[in-house]
């Protein structure tokens, strides 16, 4: 038996502000909500999609179901579901499909064998789609949240490292992969690795600001915070929602000014070929019927420009967003091909520790719908916020040079540097 505090019961009921939100787009609605988390809040649970989609903000936590190992996801799902028949003061059952019941956010380690969770934030702002209601979540007796009238501190001084020699040992880890990639005799044909920077900050961050600016600025990505994970990616692993299931893919990078390239160059369209297969392969078996393609096509972003493919498909009957997601991933797009054997080479050859980095981050409702991105472009806060881990990966194939994969992730990256200014 789980030990369950006296007010973890929650109670829906419309925010105060709900109708002057509705009409906000999706970085307007998280600039108003972020006003109102209270000042000691270190670390903000946030969910943000773009044009509109759903919308979430939290901070505290009610519950939390941690798991590991084979289907993670839908094992703390399962968990949460089943918490949620008993602490819920709504009028329906949180659990039939389409309800509007209490929501849980996450994010999974890269790793299954090391713990992922799914957590109920004590108090929760969500708005299912631009124009709907604002609900608040929250224990009842919660009084409404009101702004704490936050005064805006100096910009913060960042001094950004990376490791001695890091430079030299991607070298030579893109040259053991070349090697393994090019050789007839290995299963091999890309992997995905993946690099740390550091930042060091004068006075501690302000998660908030780091999201705020986020989602003013990546209107197409997703943005997310689980427990000082914090970014804004343009992959989507998973999209279930009434039955019906998207993601985006995504492989194949250049910088602005040199995209037309992309759609030209035969590595670039056969990472991204090998990316969408990873998912096409596992869609039967994830409960996925009647897929439709939509791409390659550019994806631009302020930083980068990516080939992206639109998926979308029918949901079997009884399948979850969590269900679905422990299927599809990891894909070859920030794992590699095939996937087992290429999960052991990065394990072999990346020397980094990417914690929840490239793991699926996204939130669920009782009732099965969700979404979960691919946790890229995103910075790791120590406790206490004055340090903050970024990270970047490349695909590495045969034809790969070290130099250029090294400037793709610095690339990667710099929306983050900049988004630790605002916090
Ligand atoms: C691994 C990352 O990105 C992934 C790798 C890409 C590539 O190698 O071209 C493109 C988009 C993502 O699927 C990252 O952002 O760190």
Known sequence: MKDVAPDSTLTPRLAAASDDWAGLDSAQWLGAALDLVPDDVERPWAWLAPNGGPAVLGWGETARFEASGAG???SAWRRFRDWARGHWNGADDPTA???QGPVALGSFPFDPSRNGFLVV???TLVRAAAGEPTRLIAPAGEPEPRSPGRTRQDAPRLEFTTAP????AWARAIDALRAVLADPERAEEKVVLARAVDARADRPLDQTGVLDWLARRFTGCWVYADDGLVGATPELLVDVHEGVFRCRILAGTRKPGWTRELLTDPKEQHEHALAVASVTAHLERAGLSEPR???PYL???????HLATDITARVGPGRSAADVADVLYPTAAICGTPRAEAFARIMAVEHLDRGRFSGPVGWMGADGSGQWGLALR?????PGSRRARLFAGAGILPDSRAE???DETDSKMAPMRRALAHG
């Not at 995103?378 to 120590?382: E, L």
């Open 72 to 74: 993670p996801v839908a």
């Open 97 to 99: 499909p389409g309800a």
């Open 121 to 123: 934030p004590r108090v």
């Open 165 to 168: 020699g890091a430079e030299r």
């Open 293 to 295: 393609l939509r791409g």
């Open 299 to 305: 994806l631009e972003l302020p930083n980068v420009t």
């Open 378 to 382: 995103c910075a790791q806060f120590s």
């Open 404 to 406: 250029l994969e090294w």
